[in-house]
């Protein structure tokens, strides 16, 4: 059975740094891409990052560029989302996802989902 665990969320006040985890089983994630999306109250689930199956390939949304790097650790089988600068407009419940398919921040291209975690950025 294929599942996603996250965990490193929290409360944080603007500019500071939070480091999100995402630990897969029943699966290697480098065999998979795996997405970190975020949803906003009221909003749509939007794209954050990925990293490909490879690791060659990593993608961010406009909005987190330079502020957020995705990694992932294959003996630990976990992918790892390392947030600096935070703002409060990150203020989100994050998700990590899989699919077997290639690296995309569109959601519909994935098949396997965690049950996300809290991230708060507030003074």
């Known amino acids: 059975q294929l599942q996603l665990v996250e965990s490193g969320g929290g409360l944080v006040q603007p500019g500071g740094s939070l480091r999100l985890s995402c630990a897969a089983s029943?699966?290697?994630?480098?065999?998979?891409?795996i997405g970190w999306f975020r949803q906003a109250p009221g909003k749509e689930r939007e794209g954050v990052s990925c990293?490909?199956?490879?690791?060659?390939?990593?993608i961010y949304a406009d909005s987190v560029k330079g502020r957020f790097t995705i990694s992932r650790d294959n003996a630990k089988n976990t992918v790892y989302l390392q947030m600096n600068s935070l703002k409060p407009e990150d203020t989100a419940v994050y998700y990590c996802a899989a699919n077997n398919r290639f690296c995309s921040l569109g959601k519909y291209y994935y098949d396997y989902w965690g049950q996300g975690t809290q991230v708060t950025v507030s003074s």
């Open positions: 990293i490909s199956t490879s690791g060659s390939m990593t």
């Open positions: 029943g699966f290697a994630v480098d065999r998979y891409a």
